[in-house]
């Protein structure tokens, strides 16, 4: 969602171009006012993104906002004025063909539902937007979708996962005023991120205390891309240091990230503190440097490709995955420096080292040894309808 007045055209439509290249696939501006809906003409004409205009309390505002050409107009039906407003919004809709999006808040649950927010908010958040469901079928109008925000992420997400259950119309999920870019990336990542997972949302927003709204869309990617429900840009996997680190690992980090911005491929670059655990777990990157006091390795794919300085490690990875994309996505090996960065690799590896990677894979280990060696539960033995004869806890 824009930040700007929308009525300041330059600022607005600077910002949603802004939100348009970090991958927003919509934009949603706020129309409180006349001259904003003004602005919206050219807005919805300039736009590289479908626009939703944003309205509350105002329904003459959607009307106009419809026929401002708005691909989509959120509304709040508990705050624009009654069912007659509705359906006078809905009718217009409908002639012009254009989705809405409706909606409840925490924050702004009709009257008659006040009480049962106090005793079960997740209740009073799903019975107002059944009911605003409902408002809309009886209305005839079922091109819409629903969202339904609450500032707690335990609350949103057993909203979700019961309305997911009684609709059968599209939802957009957010948490509301959810913070600072650190704790609403976290909170949003959290509440969404279960949602998602659970296969619940059509639509997603980040709310982030920031005037930056691609930051909001950057966390949000950054969430698809954990759960691998979309593909866009670079996926970074670092190490998280441990006493072994003999460089600036910090600064190394964020100038990979920072330059991985350039790249639109799903290219995995993975970066490693140290070289005791050889290349291990980044073995499936498509490139990746590890780095030591003054030496480090850039490496592909599980295998060495050539030795470097540590001050030059991140020029050189930048080197060579520029050496891949002009080579049709070839890895490119000169076979004498592969030669050199694997004995560099074979002097600094440990296999003896226990390194937080080793013991995590150690106490897998010895947790899948405990459950096989687990005693026989003979509740489930014994049972019925257990279905097999001998079965392990
Ligand atoms: S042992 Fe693992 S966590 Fe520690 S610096 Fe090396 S790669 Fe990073």
Not at 27 to 55: F, M, N
Not at 143 to 163: C, E, G, H, W, Y
Not at 217 to 241: F, H, M, Q
């Amino acid at each position: 969602m824009t930040k700007t007045e929308t009525a300041d055209l330059q600022a607005t439509m600077d910002q949603i171009r802004c939100v348009a290249a970090a991958g927003a696939d919509i934009v949603r501006v706020a129309v409180p006012r006349e001259r904003d809906v003004e602005a919206l003409k050219t807005i919805v004409r300039e736009s590289p993104v479908p626009v939703i205009a944003d309205i509350h309390f105002n329904y003459t505002l959607a009307l106009k906002a419809l026929d401002a050409g708005a691909h989509c107009v959120r509304i709040n039906p508990g705050n624009i004025g009654g069912p007659d407003k509705v359906a006078q919004v809905t009718a217009r809709a409908t002639e012009l063909g254009t989705p809405l999006r409706v909606g409840v808040n925490s924050g702004s649950l009709p009257a008659h539902l006040r009480q049962l927010e106090f005793d079960n908010p997740v209740e009073a958040l799903v019975t107002a937007a059944v009911e605003t469901v409902e408002l809309m079928e009886r209305l005839d109008f079922h091109d819409f979708k629903v969202s339904m925000k609450s500032t707690s992420v335990p609350n949103t997400i057993a909203a979700n996962r019961q309305l997911a259950e009684r609709i059968p119309y599209p939802l957009h999920l957010g948490i509301t005023e959810a913070g600072t870019k650190w704790s609403g990336s976290l909170k949003s990542a959290v509440g969404l991120g279960t949602l998602l997972a659970d296969g619940i949302g059509d639509t997603i927003r980040i709310s982030l205390s920031t005037f930056h709204a691609e930051e909001e869309v950057k966390v949000a990617w950054e969430i698809l891309k954990a759960l691998k429900l979309r593909d866009r840009g670079p996926v970074l996997i670092a190490c998280p240091t441990c006493g072994r680190l003999q460089f600036d690992m910090d600064s190394v980090v964020a100038e990979v990230e920072r330059r991985l911005e350039a790249y639109e491929d799903p290219i995995e670059v993975s970066i490693l503190g140290c070289a005791v655990n050889g290349i291990g777990e980044a073995r499936h990157a498509d490139f990746g440097i590890t780095g030591a006091k003054d030496m480090g390795m850039i490496y592909s794919r599980g295998e060495p490709l050539k030795k470097v300085p540590t001050e030059r490690l991140v020029d050189e990875l930048f080197a060579e995955i520029d050496r891949y994309y002009a080579a049709g996505k070839t890895v490119v090996r000169d076979e004498a420096q592969a030669a050199e960065a694997r004995q560099w690799l074979s002097e600094n590896e440990d296999a003896d080292a226990l390194t937080p990677e080793r013991m995590a894979a150690l106490e897998a280990a010895a947790a899948k040894a405990e459950a096989e060696a687990a005693p026989l539960r003979l509740d489930e033995e014994l049972s019925p309808t257990a279905g097999r004869r001998f079965t392990r806890a």
